[in-house]
């Protein structure tokens, strides 16, 4: 009995500890060449069913949005062939990509 109250202390403990967490802006890149995402250059992936995901590559990183309507539904625009990437994507960074 005695172990299970202490582990269900120690469940707790645990679970509010994670609370406590720093909050991270997300809107800043913290790798090498850490900046604001602002100052990175989004180019357009389009997927196999032909809609538009926004995507930044900063070399070691990278960035990958579905691009919505006002209304919160995918675009299909059709600007490119599918599994195409167009788009200033991989500029903004002066790490280079590996690949």
């Not at 609370?19 to 997300?26: E, G, I, L, N, T």
């Not at 990175?40 to 579905?66: M, R």
């Amino acid at each position: 009995m005695k172990f299970a109250k202490l582990a269900a202390c120690l469940g707790v403990a645990v679970t509010l500890a994670g609370c406590d967490a720093p909050k991270q802006d997300k809107t800043v890149d913290r790798g090498v060449d850490a900046k604001h995402l602002s100052q990175l250059k989004a180019g357009v992936w389009i997927d196999p069913n032909g809609c538009d995901h926004w995507i930044i590559d900063d070399g070691a990183e990278g960035y990958l949005s579905a691009r919505l309507d006002p209304y919160g539904k995918p675009v299909c625009s059709g600007t490119a062939p599918p599994n195409t990437a167009v788009g200033p994507f991989k500029s903004g960074s002066t790490v280079a990509d590996s690949i």
